[in-house]
């Protein structure tokens, strides 16, 4: 090998070795960033004649396991949907209470049928009566701040999938202008790790927006999907439309008021499930208007079955009672939760709760004939009163026929919603059933978010231990590539020592 030889072999070989350096420094700046997979620097040996000619440096490449890479982004759809579930329906627990817990709805209808109790004991007593009136204002007050809450995460639900959209524009636009580089460069030969991995890190944003797929194309470029098959398209621009709006109790999507999420004019809504803009979908159409429609069914069944009895005790703000019997079942009285109230007519006079506020015409179908108890009329009467104890609060309108049954299907204003419990017979136990479904969907969720959180971590722990940056093999790496550089630099002073002897000795 000559002189000329040598050289170009060691200053190729330096070359090299500053590459391999220069990827260990970025690995090594990088080692902390989650996602983030090792860059590994490659090199194929030249020879010429059978003669070694040195190094050539390769693109650097990612050590990537795609099949937990995967895995992944599918775990991060997961866990961020029940996430997001989760802080919704924990924000109402405070509201719901737990059975027993005296703030709960059983425990103040509990408190109302006391109140009756005592009442019974003594007709004429202004002091129970009144102790009547604000056992029913607590309970109608509990009943406004639920249908409240419920309402609060409907709307934070559809504010955040308006911001969430914006967050996918944006993301699917840093993905498209990588892609557009990765694919130029990999056609130029030139490395893309770079690159790669802050796509991979623009993608990890995605998943936790909604579950995707993604599809490697072989000239770099990547192609994303939803996991129910809409393309996310990677061409710049906002591909995904939205509208704000403020979600009312009767509001619905679709066709009720709440806009969809668009595509190319076309509504994809159902087609971004999983993650953030899943959950959030899922929170305002179905879980939180199935809550509020349970609350609704309660509601108008408190007012109804008191009213049945000749007390029409609570009311809307006006003293109406909404109509049951519609189509679909809650159509008159969907949101009657959010304003329902003790009836003006009570609360002007007290004394109602005692003698009733309207007459009853008997039916074998429903309710006996009652008959109020008149002005000056006995201040002992209790006619009334064993009529609420015996059957408004009881599960049965008169003796021998049973209560009209609560709506646990076709709820919510469009009438798509179910209950998770059968049609329970009396307002306690509708109380409870409502408290214990609804407490137990919150504890459900916690439970499994907790569990898709544990799985997310680690997967994230199995795929940086795969794919991430050891930086013992990294340091180890290092020491090597410094004595290969102490060695090409011992070649390049022998030659520059070898030709300094052949100028001497021509001269």
């Not at 050891?470 to 590539?481: G, K, P, T, V, Y």
């Amino acid at each position: 090998m000559g002189i000329e030889t040598g050289l170009t072999v060691a200053n190729g070989g330096l070359y090299a070795i500053t590459q391999a350096l220069s990827v260990i420094s970025q690995n090594v700046a990088n080692a902390g960033t989650p996602g983030y997979a090792a860059e590994v620097s490659n090199q194929e040996s030249l020879s010429a004649g059978g003669v070694a000619m040195g190094v050539r440096v390769l693109p650097t490449t990612l050590n990537v396991n795609t099949a937990l890479q995967n895995q992944l982004l599918t775990q991060n759809a997961a866990s961020a949907a029940l996430t997001t579930t989760q802080t919704a329906l924990q924000a109402i627990d405070p509201v719901l209470g737990t059975p027993g817990s005296g703030t709960d709805l059983a425990s103040m209808l509990g408190k109302l049928t006391d109140a009756f109790t005592a009442l019974s004991a003594d007709p004429s007593s202004q002091t129970q009566q009144t102790a009547v009136v604000t056992a029913a204002a607590n309970l109608a007050q509990s009943i406004n701040t639920l249908a409240g809450a419920y309402a609060q995460q409907r709307q934070n639900a559809q504010d955040a999938i308006v911001s969430e959209v914006t967050t996918l524009n944006t993301t699917l636009a840093t993905v498209s202008a990588l892609n557009s580089q990765i694919v130029a460069l990999q056609a130029a030969g030139q490395s893309t790790a770079d690159l790669q991995n802050q796509r991979n890190a623009a993608v990890q944003t995605l998943s936790g927006l909604v579950s995707i797929v993604q599809v490697p194309q072989s000239n770099g470029g990547l192609l994303l999907y939803s996991s129910s098959g809409v393309q996310l398209p990677t061409t710049g621009g906002t591909p995904f439309t939205t509208s704000d709006v403020t979600v009312g109790a009767s509001s619905t999507y679709p066709g009720g008021g709440i806009p969809g999420i668009m595509c190319g004019g076309i509504d994809v809504t159902a087609g971004l499930s999983g993650g953030q803009i899943g959950a959030n979908v899922a929170l305002r159409d179905t879980t939180l208007p199935t809550d509020q429609a349970e609350l609704d069914e309660f509601a108008q069944g408190l007012a109804s079955r008191f009213d049945a009895q000749g007390l029409r005790l609570f009311s809307d703000p006006s003293g109406n009672l909404p109509a049951a019997g519609g189509t679909p079942a809650q159509a008159n009285y969907v949101g009657f939760s959010a304003t329902i109230q003790v009836n003006p007519a009570v609360l002007a006079n007290n004394a109602l709760v005692r003698d009733g506020t309207q007459a009853v015409t008997g039916s074998p179908t429903g309710a006996s004939a009652f008959t109020p108890n008149p002005p000056g009329g006995p201040a002992g009467f209790d006619t009334l009163i064993n009529r609420v104890l015996d059957y408004a609060l009881g599960d049965q309108v008169q003796d021998g026929v049973a209560q009209p049954a609560f709506a646990t299907t076709g709820l919510g204003a469009a009438g798509t919603l179910s209950a998770p419990f059968a049609s329970p017979g009396t307002l306690a136990a509708m109380a409870a059933d409502l408290v214990s479904a609804q407490a137990a969907q919150s504890s459900q969720t916690t439970a499994q978010a907790s569990a898709a959180t544990a799985l997310q971590t680690s997967l994230q722990t199995k795929l940086s231990s795969t794919s991430g940056v050891n930086i013992d093999a990294e340091m180890s790496l290092m020491i090597q590539l410094q004595n290969a550089y102490g060695a090409n630099a011992h070649i390049i002073n022998a030659a520059q020592a070898m030709w300094n002897d052949l100028m001497q000795a021509v001269q």
